[in-house]
């Protein structure tokens, strides 16, 4: 079974049309990168799989269910760091995360471990009493991860997860998607790096202008355009080269 | 708990496999949401201005700061009284009784330039007792006795009721003295008495405190009601729009009518403590008040805070509280659904403010014959509510009020839910 299923999506804000009839799967376990340049409709993307944008038409499907008839149910099946990291600024960092697991319906006692426990492996222990306000933007990046992963969500919905975090903090997440990943879980994200998506994604979806260009193995895309560098292959999709060899 | 692979960071430990079922669906999220919301409200340094500093402090002061200081007790007006007539003893005795409530001097020397120690604030306020007056007196006229004051200084001019005493006193005195010559009694100058008869339905006497109760309380409770909380209102819906949480919360399982049932359940709280804390320092600001400028009188029951059944009257003030907050936030939520910044909501809700204060500001002073229509209309269904229940109103008149305080409530609500859900208030 598919962890994501994706149909005919698409999604229009005025005149723009941002996302235009996509449909693709996400295998069980993959780490799949959603790519593409700024406004490519990654977002757009992302905000309907996790239920928080209704698409014009089409369906999303979390591990069989659906996201619009049954909200709350694929919510609970779904951890996610959007773009923006959210985090309340006037709470801790630890009420941000115990605020967030009793909003996922997890037990008072169990949580509580839960986030020391997340807190010490993300190195933020210290920072545990600290006003939000005050962390660094990769400190507050690694908690909206651990609000993510809380309660080992099956399927991770990651929008630019290492956007302007400093090389220490980014390769902490991206060590800790790959752990999320080979333990069964799956993993989506979307980022513009490159050089990311070719070290993290087994899969790739390569959208442009609100269509997607590509969907499948990042090794077959390779393969398949014969570049040793994945962010030329990137670029050309992008250009609209020999798009029909591909979709 | 398991490492999860040889060899890998060893950061991310799961404590269940996948196999595990039960991913959590929160039973009571609008409670989390409500408990976060206090808690973020009461982090917020406006919280402690508008909630604590403000009332407490600043209300107290603003009502009887102006009283204090225009009140003969606490800062006495100087006055001077400039005997003309040295025969005029006997008012003189008449003014010495006033030396507690006025910085008094007498005199009896007639030269001087008097206007320019007024208009200097040397004195506040000069009584000439001309030459002849005691002549005048004598031969059964009447005699003049003049007071200069300066009409632009508040502590002049209320000085006017300090030395308005002391000469009706004596007026009526020489009155009386006439009458008893001429074997008259007081009544025949006197003809005609006019008797107030109050009219109330506990059928009691009404003191001055409860006719200030039926006046005020009801506006008050009701401006409080509808304001007392609006900072945070516009805080839980631009502010949280501004600082770009609300797409992580929305990522929860929980439904938009959840969360939004949960920040208006925080804001009942606040609007409760921002309405009591109000309340409470108004009542402390004018007894303050009362009690130093006017000693004794706080004590006289007349002046108490007259309430026919206080229970009733408190539950009316706390339902009141309850339902304007409800119906103030929900107006409020609305209006800042429009603004991207919680400095646009601010800006849209001051405006906003006054619309809402306006009715409210109508019912004191709105005839009887127009209270059915006040019952009915909105905002003033509420501060009817408060008055009807304050003064224990007939039961029809304390149902129309609520009934439609409620209509309009859900009316409010169902406007706000509708604006918070909308993608584009979510996401700007």
């Known amino acids: ?210 269509k997607m260009r590509y969907v499948g193995k990042r090794e077959d895309l390779e393969k398949l355009y014969e570049e040793k560098e994945f962010e030329e292959i990137f670029l050309r999709m992008v250009r609209g080269e020999v798009i029909e060899k591909v979709v | 708990m398991r490492r999860l692979f040889k060899g890998s960071s060893g950061i991310v430990k799961f404590t269940r496999g996948l196999g595990q079922v039960g991913y959590g669906l929160p039973k009571r999220g609008w409670i989390v949401v409500a408990w976060k919301e206090f808690l973020e409200a009461i982090r917020d340094r406006r919280t402690i201005l508008n909630v604590i500093i403000l009332p407490l402090i600043l209300m107290p002061l603003i009502i009887a700061l102006p009283i204090v200081m225009i009140s003969p007790r606490t800062l006495p007006p100087k006055v001077m009284v400039v005997v003309c007539d040295k025969n005029a003893t006997d008012l003189v005795n008449y003014f010495n009784s006033i030396s507690k409530e006025a910085d008094l001097s007498i005199k009896f020397d007639c030269k001087g330039n008097y206007t320019e120690m007024i208009l200097n604030g040397n004195i506040d306020l000069v009584v000439e007792v001309p030459p002849g007056f005691s002549e005048n007196l004598s031969r059964g006229r009447s005699s003049q006795v ?138 402390l600001g004018i007894t303050l008040s009362l009690e130093l400028s006017l000693p004794g009188l706080v004590s006289n029951q007349a002046m108490k805070m007259g309430l026919p059944n206080p229970v009733y009257a408190i539950l009316g003030i706390l339902l009141t509280v309850v339902l304007g907050g409800l119906t103030g936030n929900a107006v409020l939520v609305a209006a800042s659904s429009f603004a991207k910044t919680f400095k646009e909501a601010e800006q849209y809700v001051g405006a906003l403010f006054f619309v809402l204060m306006l009715p409210m500001m109508i019912v004191p002073y709105a005839p009887t014959s127009l209270h059915p229509l006040l019952r009915l209309l909105p905002i003033t269904s509420l501060a009817m509510f408060a008055r009807d229940t304050i003064l224990m109103s007939d039961l029809l008149a304390i149902s129309t009020s609520l009934f439609s305080s409620l209509i309009y409530l859900i009316i409010f609500l169902i406007l706000s839910a509708k604006l918070f859900g909308r993608e584009s208030v979510i996401f700007g």
């Not at chain 1, 545990?128 to 969500?153: C, H, M, Y």
């Not at chain 1, 919905?157 to 980014?170: F, Q, Y």
């Not at chain 2, 009386?176 to 008797?195: C, G, M, Q």
């Not at chain 2, 509808?226 to 600082?243: K, L, P, Q, S, W």
Request: charge should be neutral; hydrophobic fraction near 40%; include cysteine.
């Open chain 1, 1 to 210: 079974m598919s962890a994501v299923e994706v149909k005919n999506l698409s999604k229009s804000f005025g005149e723009v049309k941002a996302v235009n009839n996509i449909s693709f799967d996400v295998e069980e376990g993959s780490i799949f990168g959603l790519l593409g340049p700024n406004g490519a409709g990654k977002t757009t993307t992302l905000r309907m799989i996790y239920g928080v944008l209704r698409p014009d038409s089409g369906s999303v499907r979390v591990l069989g269910v659906d996201v619009w008839e049954e909200p709350r149910r694929a919510k609970s099946l779904m951890g996610v760091m959007p773009e923006d990291t959210g985090i309340y600024p006037r709470l801790t960092a630890e009420e941000n995360l115990i605020y967030f697991g009793k909003m996922r319906g997890m037990d008072e006692h169990k949580l509580r471990r839960r986030v020391s426990e997340l807190l010490k492996i993300l190195g933020l222990e210290e920072k545990r009493f600290t006003i939000a306000d005050k962390l660094s933007k990769g400190q507050r990046q690694k908690v909206a991860f651990a609000r993510a992963i809380l309660d080992e969500p099956p399927i991770l919905i990651l929008d630019e997860p290492t956007l302007g975090v400093d090389v220490m903090s980014a390769r902490e997440i991206r060590n800790m998607i790959v752990d999320y990943a080979r333990a069964g879980r799956t993993v989506i994200l979307s980022t513009h790096n490159m050089w990311e998506a070719e070290r993290l994604c087994t899969h790739v979806g390569i959208i442009s202008e609100g």
């Open chain 2, 146 to 283: 003049f007071y200069y004051y300066d009409p632009l200084s508040t502590k002049s001019s209320s000085a006017i009721g300090v030395v308005q005493e002391p000469i009706s006193s004596y007026s009526r005195k020489v009155l009386l003295d006439r009458l008893k010559e001429v074997n008259l009694s007081i009544d025949y100058v006197n003809p005609v008495v006019a008797v107030a008869k109050q009219v109330t339905r506990s059928g009691g006497e009404v003191g001055t405190g409860e006719m200030i109760t039926a006046m005020i309380l009801p506006m008050m409770v009701g401006v409080i009601a509808i304001t007392g909380a609006g900072t945070f209102a516009i805080d839980m819906v631009a502010g949280e729009r501004e600082r770009r949480t609300i797409e992580a919360l929305l990522t929860n399982p929980v439904s938009k009518m959840e969360i939004l049932l949960g920040k208006f359940s925080s804001l009942i709280v606040l609007s409760i403590i921002s309405g009591l804390s109000t309340l409470l320092s108004t009542l």
